[in-house]
């Protein structure tokens, strides 16, 4: 998605919880998201936020308001996220 709505004005920031760095350079390197990856190896950010759940989405409008928060991932919601991100993009 990241590809498909950049130039729109989404922007993705991940934030891995590995212990090691070397485990997301070797997924960057993979991968090639295009998008950034933070590297939290204390975990600080997800005890911050409660996770309860590998990945964890927020969608945070234009405006820096919370919109939905997705917890996990199954393909069967990307319609749905999707959707959800066309409309915010719109506003």
Request: aromatic share 6%; hydrophobic share 35%.
């Amino acid at each position: 998605m990241h590809e498909r709505y950049k130039d729109e004005g989404l922007s993705i920031i991940a934030v891995s919880v590995d212990k090691k760095r070397e485990l997301i350079e070797q997924f960057i390197k993979k991968m090639e998201p295009g998008f950034i990856i933070a590297h939290d190896p204390t975990g600080k950010v997800a005890k911050s936020y409660k996770i309860r759940a590998m990945p964890t989405t927020y969608l945070i409008d234009r405006n820096g308001q919370l919109v939905i928060t997705h917890m996990g991932f199954r393909s069967i919601d990307k319609d749905k996220l999707e959707t959800t991100i066309q409309s915010l993009l719109e506003k």
